[in-house]
Nanobody, 125 residues
Framework: QVQLVESGGGLVQAGGSLRLSCTAS????????MGWFRQAPGQERKFVAG????????VYADSLKGRFTISRDNAKNTVYLQMNSLKPEDTAVYYC??????????????????WGQGTQVTVSS
């Protein structure tokens, strides 16, 4: 299995931006489709964005299209989530996850094989 570590979370004012990173070890991240999920207090974990092994295909939660961008640098074994125009409702713990499935980007958490520990994002109003 691949080990994942997220970073880049923090406190930001509404309208600001953050870039989250997810660095993999143990196995090359290029073998995996990658996803970002988030979980707010008292809520279930929800899909944010996903990217194919090559980076050629991406999928986003409908409500986040245009504000969030997922990308990857397989040479650095890292996946990114650029978050712009942040809103207080974006406050959550953000998790990256790896999925060994080919030819599909899953949007449900149970399809993902490995998870990071999460990074807190707090957006103040």
């Amino acid at each position: 299995q691949v080990q994942l570590v997220e970073s880049g979370g923090g406190l930001v004012q509404a309208g600001g931006s953050l870039r989250l990173s997810c660095t993999a070890s143990g196995r090359t991240v290029s073998s995996y489709a990658m996803g970002w999920f988030r979980q707010a207090p008292g809520q279930e974990r929800k899909f944010v964005a996903g990217i194919s092994q090559s980076g050629g295909r991406t999928v986003y939660a409908d409500s986040l299209k245009g504000r969030f961008t997922i990308s990857r640098d397989n040479a650095k074994n890292t996946v990114y989530l650029q978050m712009n125009s942040l809103k207080p409702e974006d406050t959550a713990v953000y998790y990256c996850a790896a999925d060994a499935s080919l030819w599909i980007i899953h949007t449900t958490s149970n399809e993902y094989d490995s998870w990071g520990q999460g990074t807190q994002v707090t957006v103040s109003s």
